[in-house]
């Protein structure tokens, strides 16, 4: 419990640091990927945030060999609300009654979830430590695919003239299935942490799928995510990637790793009714940005004579 609140802490610091730094930078885009990295890694504001990311993905590793996926979703999820207050506190960020709404609709969503997966009183939770290869990559590789194309996508569509400016949801969105397979492969990784053998721990670790689902996730997530956050509210885009991401990783990561499905009706109305709710709320928000366009951080404010 401690290591998962501490992911949220430096995960939500993370994306306000990087936020905040990129708000600064030129215009940053993926189709200029060594570009991006240039200028990201010479603002040391930047390279905190990305070491606060580093950490909670160390810290996301102790949970996952602690706790079931879907569960430690729903504690993952509980750092929206500290990274709204990060982003109203230090970007200026504010977000809209209707988005107020959207978010409170998408915790009440997890938390149903979450709520499937309590104990029925057969047992404790069970932590499964592995998942077959092929299965993890018959759904992580078309959900890559997907990702990267939905995000392309939505770029194509920004560079339209005259369009209104987006929330970011479709990056969220786009960003969120990679996480959520990056999500997956930590859960495998963390299955092969050894106090003792650490070298054939090592030898199996790179003949398994996920030291290369991580680099692959790392390497797009890091220069899309960057360009998005560019963009787009940090307040808005990082909840909406968040879901995405705990949703798939809970539903999807409790199929591929055999963390048992509800067998009670209630539990199992709760796990797909919670699912639809945060689909159906995703597919309802807005897609253009009616939110005041907040100045570059240290813009100086122009005042008519």
Not at 73 to 78: E, N
Not at 177 to 204: D, N, P, R
């Amino acid at each position: 419990m401690a290591a998962a609140l501490m992911a949220n802490t430096l995960y939500s610091l993370g994306f306000v640091l990087e936020k905040r730094a990129l708000g600064s930078l030129p215009e940053v885009t993926i189709r200029q990927p060594a570009r991006l990295l240039r200028l990201v890694l010479g603002s040391p504001l930047w390279i905190g945030g990305s070491l606060s990311l580093a950490a909670g993905f160390g810290a996301q590793l102790a949970v996952y060999r602690t706790l079931p996926i879907a569960a430690a979703q729903g504690i993952f999820v509980s750092g929206l609300v500290l990274l709204v207050l990060l982003s109203a506190r230090l970007l200026g960020e504010e977000t809209t009654g209707r988005e107020r709404y959207a978010l409170g609709a998408i915790l009440a969503a997890l938390l149903m979830v979450v709520l499937s997966l309590k104990d029925d009183g057969s047992g404790a939770d069970t932590v499964s430590r592995s998942a077959p290869y092929q299965l993890i990559l018959l759904v992580c590789v078309p959900s890559l695919a997907a990702g990267v194309w939905l995000y392309g996508a939505a770029e194509r569509r920004s560079r339209h003239r005259h369009r209104a400016p987006t929330t970011g949801v479709e990056y969220g969105v786009a960003v969120g299935l990679l996480y959520g397979v990056s999500s997956l492969a930590i859960k495998g990784v963390s299955s092969y942490l050894t106090t003792s053998g650490l070298g054939g721990a090592v030898v199996h670790l790179l003949k398994s799928p996920y030291p290369y689902l991580l680099m692959f996730t790392g390497a797009f997530g890091l220069v899309m995510s960057q360009a998005a956050l560019q963009r787009c509210r940090a307040s808005l885009i990082v909840p909406v990637c968040t879901t995405v991401t705990c949703l798939y990783t809970a539903v999807l990561g409790t199929l591929s790793f055999g963390e048992a499905l509800p067998h009670d009706p209630l539990r199992l109305a709760l796990r797909l009714g919670g699912t639809a709710l945060a689909v159906s709320v995703l597919l309802t928000m807005p897609k253009h940005d009616t939110a005041p366009a907040q100045p570059p951080i240290g813009a100086k404010e122009l005042t008519p004579p």
